[in-house]
């Protein structure tokens, strides 16, 4: 370890604040402090708590204490967020009416019941989008405000309807036994807050805190570290407020900034030597991230020395730009292979153009954050009888399969299902079991008992079998492989694979784990992110959201996009504070890469109807010296040219300008390339606006409003205009 490391390995007493810039080895601090913790006997291995924000980053912080320490030790508590409130809850829910065996619901199954709300309330799904609404109680959640108070502050229509539908959402929810993922943290401050005996228990049982990522918490989760720490103010945090890049979803950067306000006395330790990337691309990511003015000051170094420049892009679309790419991926093929380079984006739309290409290139690929393995209709099918069996509360789950796969019963029944269960204060499934007590749904008897007596008949097992077993004989029950096979011979297939697919993990899951329950295993999987199915083995290229790529890294990076209005995105230019984000979500593409980075920028992408074409304001802010123009030309495929980075910029046309509108040299001369909205000079016409652009390249078209001469159709290629604005 470096000085810097070790010292912040072994300062255990106090708050302790430890800034670790980009591949500074802070997972390797993170595991030595909690062996140096356990090996110098200053806490048990249940005294500690060491949390972060993904079952990937937990997993390895474990396996590298156990390493470290020759053996397993099973009561260390290092976990998710999420992983933590939600065994946390399974212990002490019941003191706020949860039963152990509750549901966690998944983003897309709380915007169902969110829709449901609405439509129950009789509100127009026009005016409140499910999405909009779910999205405005989880900011209330966050700040950890109740549904009551929601309601009681709220005033006007809109505000006052939200209210209405996060009330009868948590109403819902409660009536289910089942809570979100916001409940999960807001529930478990509230007990730690509010119930004195249990906050205390906590806070004497945990004697070191740690946090990993602390620039990415929120409000709650900050409350969540403040209620859970004891008079010893044990409490460790290691992150980069370079790297906060989730503030869309509450992440609050002041909370790594104003640490040290927040806890008088705290040591401040930073590490600045990064052991991951070359010189020259440490330079580039520190010159684009120090026109931040939020961030504490540091500057990451590296005993690397030099390293290829940066590669710049500049092509003509997006077409043209996965063509570019492709075409650096097929270089860079042999020296280190497909899985270790990524192409990151800003929005998953644009990996669409990436993707036509690999496929007709025949190049293997994967995507991290498209539709989620546990988010497909087949996978969630199961799930919800899975979930069925452990929690019979459970209406979301018991609607979605109460007539799959199609066994009669129609949406008539099951509205009066729920219509009756409602009155008389039961679940839909709890009023399935006493039909025949109900005369209008007695005729529906011989449809719906199958079904229980499959419900009961794996509710008896679910504690006897292990889950993998039970699992596989209820899928041979259900005849689900036959019934996906059925509904699509070919997409069935695929779909049967993904089932086998659940059942091996499963199998994996009842392997490692001595209890190897239903309920354990709805447990952890519930939690289960994008990042987590990402596999590092296979010889695919990655292709992600710079998002997804936090806490990755590959040998050859490519940063797609980079355009005003895309990268930052529009919306944040005029905003000081989210433009910040956008530039650390750069700085977290950027960082990702060991050995190359390539950037592209397109002259022309189509994004609701509109032209972007001025590059990224990132890119000029890259030292120039960096930077080296890589050209595909048009006319040429297999034609690669590039320039130096070096050298002042000087006048010129066409890719050579939108270089130098990026602050590099660019030593072609090509057609000029017209943006709507600039001002131009015609020799006959005179000056004049462009009102619109269609195609590209020779075949670019402008629509052109020239003082006195009105509107002209011109083509670019031979129209001799000057930009003078």
């Not at 402008?702 to 006195?708: A, C, N, P, R, V």
């Amino acid at each position: 370890m470096n000085p810097d490391q070790l010292e912040a390995v072994t300062t255990t007493s106090g708050p302790l604040l430890v800034i670790a810039g980009a591949g500074s080895g802070k997972t390797r601090v993170l595991t030595r402090r909690l062996a140096h913790i356990l090996f110098e006997r200053l806490a048990r291995p249940h005294e500690l708590l060491a949390v972060t924000f993904t079952n990937k980053a937990a997993g390895e912080m474990k396996q590298r204490v156990n390493k470290l320490l020759g053996g397993e030790l099973r009561e260390l508590n290092v976990s998710t967020f999420h992983s933590f409130c939600a065994r946390f809850l399974r212990r002490e829910g019941s003191s706020l009416g949860y039963g152990t065996n509750y549901t966690i619901l998944d983003d897309s199954d709380s915007e169902t019941l969110v829709k449901n709300c609405i439509k129950e309330l009789n509100l127009a799904g026009s005016q409140f989008a499910p999405r909009a609404q779910l999205r405005k109680i989880s900011n209330a959640k966050n700040r950890l405000v109740s549904d009551e108070t929601f309601a009681q502050a709220a005033s006007g229509y809109f505000q006052t309807a939200t209210g209405n539908i996060y009330r009868l959402y948590q109403q819902r929810l409660r009536e289910c036994n089942a809570m979100d993922f916001d409940d999960l943290l807001f529930n478990t401050v509230i007990l730690l807050r509010d119930n004195e005996e249990i906050g205390e228990r906590y806070r004497r049982r945990f004697q070191y805190i740690m946090v990993d990522e602390y620039q990415d918490t929120n409000h709650v989760q900050y409350l969540l570290l403040k209620y859970l720490l004891g008079d010893h103010h044990n409490l460790c945090v290691v992150g980069d407020e370079d790297q906060s890049v989730y503030g869309w979803r509450g992440a609050d950067i002041r909370n790594i900034l104003e640490f040290e306000k927040d806890f008088p006395g705290a040591r401040l330790v930073k590490l600045e030597r990064n052991y991951r990337s070359t010189r020259v691309i440490l330079e580039a990511a520190s010159g684009v991230i120090s026109h931040n003015e939020a961030r504490k000051a540091k500057k990451l170094w590296t005993d690397s020395r030099g390293g290829e420049k940066v590669k710049l892009l500049l092509v003509d679309s997006s077409d043209e730009e996965a063509a570019a790419v492709l075409d650096s991926v097929g270089g860079e093929r042999e020296a280190v292979g497909l899985k270790e380079m990524a192409v990151l984006y800003r929005t998953n739309a644009q990996s669409r153009a990436f993707e036509e290409h690999l496929r007709r290139e025949g190049l293997p690929y994967q995507i991290v954050g498209g539709i989620a393995f546990y988010q497909r209709k087949e996978i969630k099918d199961l799930l919800a009888y899975l979930k069925l069996l452990a929690n019979p509360k459970d209406d979301i789950s018991l609607e979605r399969i109460i007539n799959y796969p199609r066994r009669g019963i129609g949406a008539k029944t099951t509205a009066t299902v729920f219509t009756l269960g409602r009155r008389e204060g039961l679940s839909g499934y709890e009023l399935l079991l006493r039909l025949k007590d109900y005369p209008e749904l007695a005729a529906k008897g011989k449809r719906v008992q199958p079904f229980v007596d499959l419900i009961e008949k794996y509710r008896e097992q679910k504690e006897k079998l292990p889950v993998d077993i039970l699992v596989q004989d209820l899928v041979e029950d259900l005849k689900l492989i036959e019934e996906l096979r059925a509904e699509d011979e070919i997409i069935g297939q695929t779909k049967v694979e993904n089932i086998e697919a659940f059942i091996e993990g499963a199998a994996e899951f009842a392997e490692e784990n001595g209890e190897a329950t239903l309920d354990n295993y709805l447990a952890e999987i519930s939690l289960f992110t994008d990042i987590d199915a990402y596999r590092e083995v296979e010889d695919k290229i990655t292709l992600m959201t710079l998002h997804s790529a936090k806490g990755l890294e590959f040998d050859v990076v490519f940063i797609a996009g980079l355009e005003e209005g895309l990268l930052p995105l529009a919306r944040t230019i005029g905003e000081p504070m989210e433009l910040e984000e956008e530039r650390r979500l750069f700085y977290v593409g950027a960082t990702r890469a060991r050995k190359k980075l390539y950037l592209s920028s397109a002259a022309v992408r189509y994004r609701f109807g509109e032209v972007d074409t001025m590059p990224s304001r990132f890119i000029r802010e890259i030292p120039g010296e960096l930077v080296e123009v890589v050209e595909l030309r048009s006319s040429d495929r297999g034609g690669m040219r590039s320039a130096s980075g070096a050298g002042p910029p000087r006048a010129g046309s066409g890719r050579k300008r939108r270089a130098e509108a990026a602050g590099v040299h660019y030593d072609f001369e090509e057609s000029e390339i017209m943006t709507v909205g600039r001002i131009v000079e015609h020799p006959t016409f005179g000056r004049g606006k462009i009102m619109h652009a269609e195609g590209f390249g020779d075949s670019l078209t402008l629509d052109i409003m020239f003082t006195g001469a009105g509107i002209k159709k011109i083509m670019a290629r031979y129209a001799r205009l000057k930009i003078i604005g």
